[in-house]
């Protein structure tokens, strides 16, 4: 497989930023060109950033899932597509050619059909992380359903809610899911979920980890079983749907500045083609190479580098059931030699997790075949950047920062590997075709370099957000509507004398605890439905390892005696509405908040107070009672 529009030197790379800027429509036309369509586009793009209707390639015809499988069945079909490792070191990997991927993908989308799942429907994805998720994602797609992939950590409280907001009738599951030294019972949480959501007309369940699980007749099936059921029905082969460029293929939920998570929409034509032309670019793929990315697919990581963006271009995934820690800190290094990793695409929670373990659990191991390293989610700190470079890329492979969203479905301010320099703590260059804005709070842009703002993007790529799920209002809000005319990010940055840019983090009520984004509001709403909370503000914090913390102030009715245990308590009221992912690194007991006069809290000054800067306030003199900062500041945990 070789790509058409790979930037091989930094003049190609010139080249590409020039023409994506003066004829984007061109530019993408030209990289379009190289997938497989069944009816070519009308017009390349159609937009209007107000409502916001964005359409690329309309009137294109195609299914991602024939760029995935069927295009590389006769020269890739003997391929590894993927390469899955297993939890536990012992237990024996997979190696999944494309004809294999292809064969599975069909026989499960006949599964889908057999079920009685048709196009448009909403699959909800629930497991752990094991081939056949990669096989459920892509059956969908197939057939033209779309999916919706919840991540294994979410509660029950939270799949109830994205599944009443997509109103998804189907859900695929694992009984269980391993991780590290823990086995997560999907299946029940699944149960639990559904006891509010009655509409669910079919469960189906993957074995994996045999932990017991009760069946409802005629709701719960046997992925196994079903398999057996196409098998015998004698057609093995599924066509594709041909979907419409602007049909949507997935429905991703995501955290904002609200208590509600919203479902952002990607479409298939333009996600298609961004992912791939993103992926082959950042990290400078070569056909042959291993691409080791170490997110889950429940994360828009995983859906656009290690499923759809890597298959498209016909390379070879790995995908990691476990976690950098099980059975020692040396198992991301394990991985690495055992397979000879040639990319290795990572967040920098990770990283921090293990520079803690120290040089012992890396130099056991051949790290010799890594040729380029990745970092996504949150801002990597200096020394992190410094250590992956030097001990894991023993200084001679390009670390890649790469900067996107959800909302972008694919990497929008990077350096491309070994043609366009790194800068440590920035992402540097946007990509070809994206062209980044600074905005000052009044939505004015700010020209020139050495300056600061809000981030925004002033043109359509082609993975951009369509809408949020059942309410496009809402994503107008949401994106549209702060800074007319552009979209907007929700992160402050920076740009250098050289144009490069270093995101700061976010200016919104969002946090992000090890890569993960999570809103206050809805942790703020979780804590307030125990029983002893009168009120609660949360804030993000410096943390070590997760680059945010979670620290909640507390009004609590004192009546409930052990503060400890009321702690503890709070805690689980979280995990049981959000997931393990959204508990409080810190509860401090107030006996009120920081108020103006019309009662908005304050949260800039629990802001600084969670941050340890408790000596410069900034002005407090709005506030109805500025008693109140003194005794918080003393309890400051
Ligand atoms: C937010 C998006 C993109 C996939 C994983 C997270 C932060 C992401 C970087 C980076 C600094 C980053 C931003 C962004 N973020 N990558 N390289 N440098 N910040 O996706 O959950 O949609 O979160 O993650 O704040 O807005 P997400």
Redesign the pocket.
């Known amino acids: 497989m070789s790509y058409p529009f790979q930037i091989k030197t930094p003049e190609e790379h010139q080249v590409a930023m020039q023409k994506s800027t003066n004829d984007p429509e061109g530019f993408w036309a030209e990289v379009a060109s190289s997938f497989l369509w069944r009816k070519r586009w009308d017009s390349v793009l159609d937009w209007n950033f107000n409502t916001p209707d964005i359409k690329w390639f309309a009137g294109g015809k195609l299914n991602i899932t024939e760029n995935c499988l069927d295009r590389h069945l006769g020269s890739l079909g003997n391929k590894p597509a993927i390469i899955w490792e297993p939890n536990d070191p012992e237990e024996h990997h997979r190696v999944i050619t494309y004809r294999d991927l292809h064969h599975k993908v069909v026989q499960f989308a006949n599964v889908l059909k057999n079920n009685n799942v048709k196009k448009g429907d909403r699959v909800c994805i629930y497991m752990g992380m094991v081939p056949e998720l990669a096989v459920a994602v892509l059956a969908c797609a197939r057939i033209g359903a779309i999916h919706s992939v919840i991540f294994g950590g979410f509660s029950a409280q939270s799949i109830a809610d994205r599944l009443q907001d997509a109103q998804a009738e189907f859900i695929v599951t694992c009984d269980g899911a391993y991780r590290g030294n823990k086995e997560i019972p999907l299946k029940s949480v699944i149960d639990d979920a559904l006891v509010q959501c009655r509409f669910v007309k079919k469960v189906i369940v993957l074995t994996r980890t045999r932990i017991p699980v009760s069946m409802i007749k005629g709701r719960d099936l046997w992925w196994e079983d079903e398999i057996k059921k196409v098998e015998t029905m004698g057609n093995p082969d599924c066509p594709a749907e041909i979907m419409d460029a602007e049909d949507p293929l997935f429905i991703l939920y ?2 904002g500045s609200t208590g509600k998570p919203k479902g ?1 929409v990607h479409s298939c034509g333009g996600y298609m083609v961004y992912t791939t032309y993103s992926f082959v670019n950042v990290f400078q793929y070569k056909p042959g190479d291993i691409h080791f990315c170490t ?1 889950d697919v429940g ?3 995983g859906h ?1 580098y290690i499923v759809y963006g890597p298959l498209c271009a016909g390379a070879t995934s790995l995908m990691f059931e476990g976690i950098p820690t099980w059975p020692d800190a040396g198992r991301f290094w394990d991985v690495v030699d055992k397979y000879k990793v040639n990319i290795l695409y990572t ?2 929670t990770a990283i921090r997790s293990l520079m803690s373990y120290g040089l012992g659990p890396v130099n056991t191991h051949d790290l010799s075949s890594l040729k380029v390293l990745g ?6 700190n200096e020394e992190a950047w410094q250590w992956l470079n030097e001990n894991i890329g023993k200084g001679k492979c390009p670390v890649v ?8 479905g694919g ?1 929008m ?2 350096n491309m590997a070994g043609i366009t320099p790194s800068k440590p703590s920035y ?1 540097t260059l946007p990509l070809p075709g994206v062209q980044p804005v600074l905005v000052d709070d009044a939505g004015k842009e700010i020209e020139g370099n050495n300056v600061s703002g809000n981030l925004c993007i002033k043109f359509p790529w082609p993975s951009i957000i369509r809408t949020t799920y059942g309410d496009h209002e809402r994503c107008r809000l949401n994106y549209f509507s702060t800074y007319p005319g552009y979209y907007f ?3 402050g940055c920076y740009r250098d004398e050289a144009g490069n840019y270093r ?4 200016v919104d009520d ?1 946090l ?1 605890v090890s ?3 999570i809103g206050t509001a809805e942790v703020e709403n979780a804590i307030n439905m125990h029983a002893g909370v009168i009120e609660s503000a949360v804030v993000g914090y410096p943390h070590d390892i997760k680059g945010q913390g979670i620290y909640a102030f507390v009004i609590y009715s004192s009546t409930h005696g052990d503060e400890n245990l009321s702690r503890q308590d709070i805690s689980q009221t979280v995990a049981r509405i959000i997931g393990a992912i959204a508990r409080p690194d810190k509860i401090q007991f107030v006996s009120n908040l920081p108020k103006t006069r019309s009662g908005k809290i304050m949260r800039r000054i629990l802001r600084k107070i969670a941050e340890g800067e408790v000596e410069n306030l900034g002005d407090t003199s709005t506030l109805l009672d500025p008693n109140v900062v003194e005794e918080i500041k003393n309890g400051k945990l």
């Open positions: 995501t955290s952002v997110a994360w828009i990581t656009s967040a920098p970092s996504v989610g949150e801002p990597i920062d790469t900067w996107w969203q959800t909302e972008t990497i301010i990077s992402a990010t929700g992160d995101i700061t983090g976010r969002v992000n890569g993960h984004r």
